[in-house]
């Protein structure tokens, strides 16, 4: 990492609470509607509640982990409970990240990377993403990402978040790839990702799925006649694009208002869909 995860955690979750004690409990958070001010709280302090156990314990096991989430305390009625409730929480958590090396082991819910470093890394895109939607919630400006941390954040996004939702893909379901998508970060690394859709029964009761997935291809460019798209921008741009808060660009600089698209119009809409799924 090019920059201080546990200073900008800090930061970024200081300036969330800042934002959201300055708006009504009941506001509605645009980029989570289902969300409001005060559930936007409590998920920071469920969330940094949940990893800090998850550290001090060393858990690498899932059963250790469902211990740790069934122990869980409930929610507290009151706001200023739950403010207290969410500086405990992220100060367990800075602890626990200042205890230890990337390299010690950690349960993470992607199998494919495990330790403390992809806790460090969720946690900081995690601050800084929740940090926008407290401030769009608030009225607020948005304040500016740092390169290294949008750069990162797109990285995540295609390294850690969007493969994941293949290891949730039930055995009973098909798999098809339906678009190539290649991202352009300005002044970056161009990587092409391959979305899919996975769909079918589920034997239990006869509903109907269909969904997107995506992955990062390791190859410069794809094989094959897939559909294509190019979707480029600053890293600022993409990122806050790849996590669903597009709306947050309108806020920010003229440069960063848009991530520009183009392409085959079924890939297009195939990454309209995948980013339409966006991230909690």
Do not use: N
Request: contains cysteine; hydrophobic residues 45%; aromatic residues 6%.
């Amino acid at each position: 990492m090019t920059f201080d995860a546990i200073a900008t955690i800090r930061e970024e979750t200081e300036r969330s609470v800042a934002a959201l004690t300055a708006t009504a409990p009941d506001q509605r958070v645009p980029t989570c509607p289902d969300w409001t001010a005060d559930d936007l709280l409590w998920h920071l302090a469920e969330v940094h509640e949940f990893w800090a156990a998850i550290l001090e314990s060393g858990a690498t096991e899932e059963e250790q982990v469902m211990a740790i989430e069934e122990g869980k305390a409930e929610r507290p009625a009151e706001r200023e409970a739950l403010l207290a409730r969410r500086a405990a929480a992220t100060d367990a958590l800075l602890t626990q990240l200042a205890a230890h090396e990337d390299e010690d082991p950690a349960w993470f819910w992607y199998s494919e990377v495990q330790g403390v470093g992809i806790t460090r890394r969720m946690q900081t895109h995690e601050a800084t993403i929740h940090r926008v939607d407290a401030e769009l919630t608030a009225g607020r400006p948005v304040t500016p990402l740092s390169r290294q941390i949008a750069a990162d954040g797109l990285a995540h996004v295609l390294e850690v978040m969007w493969p994941a939702g293949f290891e949730w893909i039930p055995d009973w379901a098909v798999i098809r790839p339906v678009a190539a998508v290649e991202i352009v970060p300005e002044g970056g690394v161009a990587r092409w990702v391959e979305i899919s859709r996975w769909s079918g029964t589920r034997p239990r009761d006869g509903k109907e799925f269909d969904a997107p997935v995506a992955r990062a291809l390791p190859a410069d460019e794809p094989a094959g006649d897939l559909p294509r798209a190019r979707a480029a921008g600053t890293a600022q741009a993409l990122d806050l694009w790849a996590w669903g808060r597009e709306q947050a660009l309108e806020h920010l600089g003229e440069e960063d208002q848009r991530v520009a698209l183009q392409g085959d119009s079924a890939a297009l809409a195939q990454l309209e869909t995948l980013i339409a799924e966006g991230h909690d």
